[in-house]
């Protein structure tokens, strides 16, 4: 079954404690995105992948790292988690068009819910 | 970060009813998406548009791709209770190597059997 997965699912940290979510996809997917979402914010974008070793900065990269060392995986590290980090994050996916642009339509994983006291 | 503006907020409606909901922007865009969130979930994608006055259609769902390519609305005819979650519209404002959605904050829909 094509699907993204994360991990955990839930998390409970205190501040300063550095933590690692995984994102997996399954699809051969170049694109690979991160997004926080927030009551009354919506969905923003954290980090993205191009592809293998491609990351760039999304709308609110502060406070957090990724990698994309395998084209299956790349994982968000937030080194030092503020309270301000208290968010649902959401890892996505999406193919790559022959042309070199990802297709729009990303594939989110179920989420991980994100508390940091 | 740029918003696109969705409405309404929210809807509760009766079974059988159809819903119909829409998302503008400011900018023009390239490509539109419409996706439902279920509670403890991701966003699915339901539908995505590509081309201005496209209409598409998936089972009872039905979205537009407006001519001046800074709106889109979703339909839902015949509403029934498993239809209950939040939809998102997201759009795709230009071209480049990051092709960041733009999303909408969600209009959260009630289905009273």
């Known amino acids: 079954e094509a699907q993204v997965t994360q991990n955990p699912r839930y998390l409970i940290t205190v501040t300063g404690k550095k933590l690692t979510v995984t994102c997996s996809q399954n699809?051969?997917?170049?694109?690979m995105s991160w997004y926080r979402q927030d009551p009354g914010l919506g969905l923003r974008q954290i980090y993205y992948?191009?592809?293998?070793?491609?990351?760039d900065k999304g709308d609110v990269p502060e406070g957090y790292k990724v990698s994309r060392k395998e084209k299956r995986n790349f994982p968000l590290i937030l080194e030092s988690p503020s309270p301000n980090q208290t968010s649902l994050y959401f890892c996505a996916s999406s193919r790559r068009l022959a042309g070199g642009y990802p297709r729009d339509e990303q594939y989110f994983g179920p989420g991980t819910r994100l508390t940091v006291t | 970060g740029q918003q696109l503006n969705q409405s309404p907020q929210s809807m509760f409606i009766q079974e059988g009813e159809d819903v119909s909901m829409n998302c503008t922007s400011s900018s023009i865009f390239n490509t539109w998406l419409w996706y439902k969130q279920e509670p403890g979930e991701g966003p699915v994608l339901l539908i995505a548009?590509?081309?201005a006055g496209e209409l598409t259609s998936n089972g009872r769902l039905t979205a537009q791709f407006g001519i001046t390519r800074k709106d889109s609305f979703l339909n839902i005819s015949a509403s029934i209770p498993s239809d209950v979650g939040i939809y998102f519209c997201?759009?795709?404002?230009?071209?480049?190597?990051?092709?960041?959605?733009?999303w909408g904050l969600g209009t959260s829909l009630a289905v009273n059997p």
């Open positions: 992948s191009m592809n293998v070793e491609v990351t």
């Open positions: 699809m051969n997917h170049e694109y």
């Open positions: 997201a759009g795709q404002a230009k071209g480049g190597n990051n092709r960041k959605l733009i």
């Open positions: 548009l590509y081309k």
